[in-house]
């Protein structure tokens, strides 16, 4: 990658899906408010959510100005239309019960913190920057996410089998989370992004840990989901962001 425009280009890609993958996940955990199984749950769920939204504003808000165009983080996260966005087909599937929430969570609990913390060693002063600020918060959602997948997988019958039709829900969504278009291999090449080969190699290696000790499972993936990181989602999508954009369309330009 020789032109700087090019470089710009897919600094703000990047950018976008990092901001997009925290804001939507944010969202969906957000619909656990008053809901969680526990009141101790609720509370750790929206602390979850929370920081997730924090994190996609500090991406959003880079992504803008890599941009160039003047859209802040806001115009990002509710003036997009669903083929603009860049997040993960994991991070919008719905919540489901508590057990396919925990092993979402999980799943990408462990990508997210590897890739933060190659970003953070990264050569992209601003990106790694950020992802220095963060990676602190996100070992603390590993943390939580793993405990609930051993506590439940190596719990009662019933905790048990959702756990294992959990991983069938989400394990499609996997191999999304190592696809290396050209504009990650780009920025590979330039020791921005962590290698995907290690990346991937280093997530398999703690997840099958965490599910041996969790006497779970993890299923043959006969069809995986992709193309999130181009603008392809399923249905999930449009739903949450005709909720989380609502107010935002509804009243254009509106402040509190």
């Not at 804001?23 to 929206?46: C, K, M, N, Q, V």
């Amino acid at each position: 990658m020789n032109k700087s425009l090019n470089l710009d280009q897919a600094r703000f890609q990047l950018l976008l899906r990092l901001g997009d993958n925290a804001l939507i996940l944010g969202h969906r955990l957000s619909e656990w408010s008053a809901d969680a199984p526990a009141l101790e749950e609720d509370i750790a769920l929206t602390n979850v959510a929370l920081d997730l939204i924090g994190h996609a504003r500090l991406w959003l808000a880079a992504a803008g100005q890599a941009e160039g165009q003047g859209r802040s983080e806001d115009d990002l996260a509710y003036l997009r239309d669903v083929r603009d966005w860049r997040n993960l087909h994991l991070v919008e599937l719905p919540n489901g019960d508590f057990a396919r929430t925990m092993v979402r969570q999980f799943f990408f609990d462990n990508y997210h913190l590897l890739l933060l913390e190659g970003l953070a060693c990264g050569r992209d002063t601003e990106i790694a920057g950020i992802a220095g600020k963060v990676v602190k918060e996100v070992r603390y959602h590993l943390r939580h996410s793993r405990n609930w997948v051993i506590r439940l997988g190596d719990g009662t019958e019933e905790s048990h089998a959702r756990m294992q039709q959990a991983l069938d829900d989400c394990a499609p969504c996997v191999p999304e989370l190592f696809e290396a278009d050209q504009i990650y291999l780009d920025l590979e090449s330039l020791s921005i992004v962590p290698e995907i080969r290690l990346l991937k190699s280093e997530w398999e290696h703690q997840v099958s840990g965490v599910l041996a000790e969790a006497t779970l499972q993890m299923p043959e993936i006969l069809s995986a989901h992709s193309g999130g990181r181009q603008g392809l989602h399923s249905e999930y999508l449009g739903y949450i962001l005709a909720e989380m954009q609502f107010l935002q369309r509804a009243y254009p330009g509106a402040s509190w």
